[in-house]
């Protein structure tokens, strides 16, 4: 089964190696036909801490890294917060 990539953008690199990843997906909702956004935010490794509030990243399913982290940072797509 092939790993789930996401491409979202950094809220938050206070944590060390850690970097928490705003992901939003719009789709329309089945009764109102009404376009809905979803934020969902996900910790991703961020090894050499290169990532900066507002980049844009993408980011990849990995095993259990610690309790919440479940995701790798793999590459940084635009480096707004530079």
């Known amino acids: 089964m092939p790993k789930k990539v996401?491409?979202?953008k950094v809220v938050s690199d206070k944590?060390?190696?850690t970097a928490v990843v705003a992901v939003t997906r719009t789709y329309q909702h089945p009764l109102y036909r009404k376009t809905v956004k979803k934020i969902a935010?996900?910790?991703a490794h961020d090894e050499e801490n290169k990532c900066k509030v507002g980049d844009t990243?993408?980011?990849i399913e990995s095993r259990?890294?610690?309790k919440e982290k479940?995701?790798?940072i793999?590459?940084?797509i635009e480096?707004?917060?530079r």
């Open 15 to 17: 944590m060390d190696k």
């Open 79 to 81: 480096g707004e917060g």
């Open 64 to 66: 259990p890294l610690s």
């Open 70 to 72: 479940r995701w790798q």
């Open 57 to 59: 990243v993408q980011i």
């Open 41 to 43: 935010k996900f910790k």
């Open 74 to 76: 793999i590459k940084i």
């Open 6 to 8: 996401y491409t979202g």
